[in-house]
């Protein structure tokens, strides 16, 4: 039976885990084939075997430029195009400008930035042929911040200038960029996060808290906006940046208890 992205080729980093994985599960229940990207080997393993149409999964670190390079030839090779490119893979360090180590800083600019300039370098020329479309991942974390995340928050602001940049540039080609911005989403990041808290289930309860709707989000959540990004429902849309952040967003800051009801 013919579904959405029926004969659609998608390419999914960081798609062993969290919301990368829920992107490429929901991209293959609607008909994709696809390419997990990932430098996590079993995991990715894992998520193909769910998967019950074409997929594979590709070990590769996409901070790496030979990585990205092979791993978008062997999709190539093995489906033949490339329509879909979802940027997800990313990392948290915590730290400021003065604590935050070269190294530290290298790593999450290079995982999270440098990344998708590497993907979409080496696609852009796959892309042009199916008119292709890309959706990057950022974060609430690229319109606002918070204390101690300096290089996180430095790489999701850049994610959003290239997605504007990488817009402008090949909408002429037929080519549409968006991106994605997140509140709070449970995943395994945020496990790993929370846990480096004495009091990991407090940690969940003030996100929770923090976001008007009142709870966090699901990877599954997340990616039906990355999806329909990619789909034609979304034809006309690009260089658009989505909140999907339970209104997180939405207050003022410092907003006087006289104005609550
Ligand atoms: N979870 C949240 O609350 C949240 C909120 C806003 C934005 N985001 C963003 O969403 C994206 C996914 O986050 P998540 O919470 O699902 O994280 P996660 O840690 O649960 O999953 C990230 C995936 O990326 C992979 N990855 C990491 N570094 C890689 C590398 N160098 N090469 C290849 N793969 C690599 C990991 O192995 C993992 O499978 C990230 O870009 C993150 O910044 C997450």
Redesign the pocket.
């Known amino acids: 039976m013919e579904k959405e992205f029926t004969n659609k080729v998608a390419l999914v ?9 829920a992107v490429a599960l929901l991209l293959a229940e609607k008909g994709a084939k696809v390419v997990i ?4 080997k079993d ?1 990715a393993a894992k998520v193909v075997k769910e998967i019950t149409g074409d997929a594979i999964a590709i070990q ?4 790496k430029s030979s990585d990205v390079k092979n791993t978008i030839e062997e999709t190539v090779k093995k489906f033949g195009k490339i329509d879909i490119v979802s940027n ?5 360090r915590y730290g400021t400008v003065e604590s935050t180590s070269e190294n530290e800083w290298d790593e999450v600019i290079n ?2 930035l440098k ?1 998708v300039y590497l993907v979409c370098h080496f696609v852009l020329p796959y892309l042009k042929k199916t008119k292709g479309t890309i959706v990057n ?5 690229a319109f606002a911040t918070q204390r101690n995340v300096a290089a996180y928050t430095t790489s ?1 602001h850049g994610i959003v200038g290239l997605t504007r940049s990488m817009a402008l540039d090949f909408a002429k080609d037929g080519i549409r960029v968006n991106c994605v911005a ?4 449970d ?4 496990k ?1 996060a929370a846990s480096l808290d004495p009091n990991p289930e407090r940690v969940y309860k003030d996100c929770a808290d923090m976001h008007p709707l009142g709870r966090i989000a699901s ?1 599954k959540e997340v990616a039906e906006v990355v999806v329909f990004l990619a789909s034609e429902k979304a034809s006309f849309v690009t260089g658009a940046i989505y909140s999907v952040d339970g209104g997180l967003l939405l207050p003022i800051g410092g907003e006087p208890k006289i104005a609550e009801e």
Request: zero cysteines; aromatic letters at 2%; charged letters at 15%.
């Open positions: 980093t960081g798609g062993a885990m969290g919301i990368g994985k990207i990932d430098k996590v995991e590769a670190d996409v901070s997800n893979a990313g990392i948290q995982v999270n990344s991942m950022t974060s609430v974390q999701k997140p509140g709070t989403t995943t395994p990041l945020l790993w990877p």
